[in-house]
């Protein structure tokens, strides 16, 4: 027990600090927890140790990779990344942006009422994921603030995923844990009556209080540039006649250079290059667009041989007249994005996606120069010029998520019924027949790529692998919990701490000590530790065991508090241009809320 709460203790560390992704911190668990008893065991041979220390077996360690929770979750992002394919989320937003005008209350309710449902069918993080573009453009088109909009998307999938079982990974993995103590997992719709209760309380809750303390950090704009206010870091240098770099590339130019900048573009005549530019050769006459510093810029015309541009505004109409489509676009680091803890120099960025940065923005900071350094974290912002080939090259890349509608001619819209009907068949079958949810869900995964709604080959790209690294690596440290003793331990010690209060006071405690660690470190994390625990409380008080453990479901499927506590909260972190504390006055509210709408509704809807 004193090794597997030791082991806990770091990985709440490293949770919380992430100084490595959690899903590796998961999997450092699982291994740890297998390597005790054969470390130990030598340890003892030698006389080092009384005896061998026990804690979980190699196949019980490696149980969560085999996990229904597990496959469920993986065949989940499968059904999810179909019907984004067939770009029937994109339709619906165009419907929306005709229904609710520049109205700000009518967009937030149209937000609000769409994502609620949606995250209840399919994933949540894949809902705020493919619903963020177009939240951003339907805020920009209506003269909006869209930080108005994004924080309220993030909290709706939250509470919309308790709608079901498969609306969040940690339903599904709650569900999974559940049947050691129930002997059954959740029935599909089985809480759906309290999901819809929180989701009402969430979204009377968001549409009046909850908008009136939503910031609007980032000005309603149709120009990146402003947004990032990029007018002092951008401008038009022209290469004199006797410019030393006259003969060299592009490439050889900026790595001999000591000054911080970019090129974004190269104008010719009447001809505008963007990346790749490496290899084109300087000229006496190219005009080109640069990112620097307005200190750096005096310098670098003088050692350089260039000169200003008289009267030259660079803005977004400037950086996107090289092609008729869209250049330049805003992209968020995604969550087990390849990226994060690289800087774009070591990452090759401009190599490997011919794109330039010009901006990230964290949170409220927008960092505009020495960005070749500045090291990566998920949830950061990238304004980026790139050309129409490179911008549809990131938007299908799982490291990022695009901000703002792209125009894509390879939607599947005639495959809009048959995803939907996949996705209500998987539904349904696992409400209404004895076939278990993992294999309706599989099962319609399959039927995804058998009816062209997917190509074989993206089924592995739509996959969040670092999520279901996560789920296999978090499920030991349950078992580890429940087989050393450590849940009845912690259980005493929240019944003692309950100090002889009724049924439904303990509930509300449990809820809120899950709430908190939840927003600290994974939801997932904390449902895997918090469900033995709730589990032995309601024995040790008489109450209801699923009440207990549906109470915990809830209080890790909702973390508001923090933009660290759930993924979707990072997605909108950047474009939002949100504080830290923006999550704490917007959040505590609605967490203290569910706190007293869900004990209550458990108490009167399940009883204790």
């Given at each position: 027990?004193?090794?597997?709460?030791?082991?806990?203790?770091?990985?709440?560390?490293?949770?919380?600090?992430?100084?490595?992704?959690?899903?590796?911190?998961?999997?450092?668990?699982?291994?740890?927890?297998?390597?005790?008893?054969?470390?130990?065991?030598?340890?003892?041979?030698?006389?080092?140790?009384?005896?061998?220390?026990?804690?979980?077996?190699?196949?019980?360690?490696?149980?969560?990779?085999?996990?229904?929770?597990?496959?469920?979750?993986?065949?989940?992002f499968?059904?999810?990344?179909?019907?984004?394919?067939?770009?029937?989320?994109?339709?619906?937003?165009?419907?929306?942006?005709?229904l609710?005008?520049?109205?700000?209350?009518?967009?937030l309710?149209?937000?609000?009422?769409?994502?609620?449902?949606?995250?209840?069918?399919?994933?949540?993080?894949?809902?705020?994921?493919?619903l963020?573009?177009?939240?951003?453009?339907?805020?920009?088109?209506?003269?909006?603030?869209?930080?108005k909009?994004?924080?309220?998307?993030?909290?709706?999938?939250?509470?919309?995923?308790?709608?079901?079982?498969?609306?969040?990974?940690?339903?599904?993995?709650?569900?999974?844990?559940?049947?050691?103590?129930?002997g059954?997992?959740?029935?599909?719709?089985?809480?759906?009556?309290?999901?819809?209760?929180?989701?009402?309380?969430?979204?009377?809750?968001?549409?009046?209080?909850?908008?009136?303390?939503?910031?609007?950090?980032?000005?309603?704009?149709?120009?990146?540039?402003?947004?990032?206010?990029?007018?002092?870091?951008?401008?038009?240098?022209q290469?004199?006649?006797?410019?030393?770099?006259?003969?060299?590339?592009?490439?050889?130019?900026?790595?001999?250079?000591?000054?911080?900048?970019?090129?974004?573009?190269?104008i010719?005549?009447?001809?505008?290059?963007?990346?790749?530019?490496?290899?084109?050769?300087?000229?006496?006459?190219?005009?080109?667009?640069?990112?620097?510093?307005?200190?750096?810029?005096?310098?670098?015309?003088?050692?350089?041989?260039?000169?200003?541009?008289?009267?030259?505004?660079?803005?977004?109409?400037?950086?996107?007249?090289?092609?008729?489509?869209?250049?330049?676009?805003?992209?968020?680091?995604?969550?087990?994005?390849?990226?994060?803890?690289?800087?774009?120099?070591?990452?090759?960025?401009?190599?490997?996606?011919?794109?330039?940065?010009?901006?990230?923005?964290?949170?409220?900071?927008?960092?505009?120069?020495?960005?070749?350094?500045?090291?990566?974290?998920?949830?950061?912002?990238?304004?980026?010029?790139?050309?129409?080939?490179?911008?549809?090259?990131?938007?299908?890349?799982?490291?990022?998520?695009?901000?703002?509608?792209?125009?894509?001619?390879d939607?599947?819209?005639?495959?809009?019924?048959?995803?939907?009907?996949?996705?209500?068949?998987?539904?349904?079958?696992?409400?209404?027949?004895?076939?278990?949810?993992?294999?309706?869900?599989?099962?319609?995964?399959?039927?995804?790529?058998?009816?062209?709604?997917?190509?074989?080959?993206e089924?592995?790209?739509?996959?969040?692998?670092?999520?279901?690294?996560?789920?296999?690596?978090?499920?030991?440290?349950?078992?580890?919990?429940?087989?050393?003793?450590?849940?009845?331990?912690?259980a005493?010690?929240?019944?003692?701490?309950?100090?002889?209060?009724?049924?439904?006071?303990?509930?509300?405690?449990?809820y809120?000590?899950?709430?908190?660690?939840?927003?600290?470190?994974?939801?997932?994390?904390?449902?895997?530790?918090?469900?033995?625990?709730?589990?032995?409380?309601?024995?040790?008080?008489?109450?209801?065991?699923?009440?207990?453990?549906?109470a915990?479901?809830?209080?890790?499927?909702?973390?508001?508090?923090?933009?660290?506590?759930?993924?979707?909260?990072?997605?909108?972190?950047?474009?939002?241009?949100?504080?830290?504390?923006?999550?704490?006055?917007?959040?505590?509210?609605?967490?203290?809320?569910?706190?007293?709408?869900?004990?209550?509704?458990i108490?009167?809807?399940?009883?204790?």
């Amino acid at each position: 027990m004193l090794v597997v709460f030791t082991l806990i203790l770091v990985a709440l560390v490293l949770f919380a600090t992430e100084p490595v992704p959690i899903d590796i911190t998961a999997l450092g668990v699982a291994v740890t927890l297998m390597l005790v008893e054969p470390v130990t065991a030598g340890l003892a041979s030698a006389g080092l140790l009384g005896a061998p220390v026990a804690v979980i077996s190699p196949e019980q360690g490696l149980s969560g990779f085999a996990s229904r929770a597990t496959i469920t979750v993986l065949a989940m992002f499968v059904l999810s990344a179909g019907v984004q394919r067939t770009g029937v989320i994109q339709l619906l937003g165009q419907k929306i942006a005709a229904l609710t005008g520049d109205s700000e209350s009518r967009q937030l309710s149209a937000v609000v009422g769409l994502v609620t449902p949606i995250s209840g069918l399919i994933n949540n993080t894949a809902a705020v994921a493919i619903l963020l573009p177009m939240v951003t453009d339907l805020a920009h088109g209506g003269n909006n603030s869209p930080s108005k909009l994004l924080l309220p998307l993030s909290y709706a999938s939250m509470f919309g995923g308790t709608l079901t079982v498969v609306g969040t990974s940690t339903n599904i993995l709650a569900s999974e844990l559940a049947i050691v103590y129930l002997g059954r997992p959740f029935g599909m719709f089985e809480f759906t009556a309290l999901g819809a209760l929180v989701a009402l309380a969430g979204t009377a809750y968001l549409l009046t209080v909850g908008r009136l303390l939503t910031p609007a950090r980032i000005p309603p704009s149709t120009d990146l540039t402003e947004e990032f206010r990029m007018g002092e870091y951008l401008t038009e240098v022209q290469v004199r006649e006797d410019s030393p770099i006259v003969g060299d590339t592009v490439g050889e130019a900026l790595r001999e250079t000591e000054f911080d900048i970019d090129v974004v573009q190269l104008i010719r005549g009447d001809q505008t290059f963007l990346e790749p530019l490496g290899q084109k050769t300087i000229r006496a006459g190219d005009v080109f667009v640069v990112r620097t510093a307005r200190d750096t810029l005096v310098d670098l015309l003088d050692a350089e041989g260039l000169d200003l541009v008289p009267e030259a505004t660079v803005d977004a109409s400037e950086l996107e007249q090289a092609e008729p489509s869209r250049n330049l676009v805003e992209v968020v680091v995604a969550p087990g994005s390849f990226l994060v803890s690289k800087s774009l120099a070591s990452a090759n960025f401009r190599e490997r996606y011919d794109a330039t940065v010009l901006a990230v923005r964290r949170g409220r900071e927008t960092i505009r120069t020495r960005l070749d350094r500045l090291t990566l974290r998920v949830g950061d912002t990238l304004l980026v010029q790139a050309t129409t080939d490179s911008v549809d090259r990131l938007s299908n890349n799982r490291d990022f998520i695009l901000v703002g509608e792209v125009e894509r001619p390879d939607y599947r819209r005639e495959k809009v019924p048959v995803a939907i009907g996949l996705i209500l068949s998987v539904v349904v079958v696992a409400a209404v027949t004895p076939i278990p949810i993992v294999v309706a869900a599989l099962a319609g995964a399959l039927g995804m790529v058998f009816t062209g709604c997917l190509e074989p080959t993206e089924v592995y790209d739509d996959v969040q692998w670092d999520v279901i690294v996560l789920l296999a690596g978090v499920i030991p440290l349950g078992v580890a919990m429940q087989e050393t003793g450590g849940a009845d331990l912690l259980a005493q010690l929240v019944v003692l701490a309950a100090g002889g209060l009724p049924a439904l006071a303990v509930l509300a405690l449990l809820y809120l000590v899950t709430a908190v660690l939840t927003n600290i470190i994974s939801n997932n994390a904390a449902v895997v530790l918090m469900i033995p625990v709730a589990a032995q409380v309601a024995a040790d008080v008489n109450a209801s065991v699923f009440s207990f453990i549906l109470a915990v479901t809830f209080a890790a499927s909702t973390a508001f508090m923090t933009p660290v506590g759930y993924q979707t909260n990072l997605f909108v972190y950047g474009p939002g241009g949100y504080r830290f504390t923006d999550y704490l006055r917007v959040g505590t509210p609605l967490q203290l809320l569910f706190a007293v709408v869900t004990t209550l509704g458990i108490a009167g809807l399940y009883g204790l």
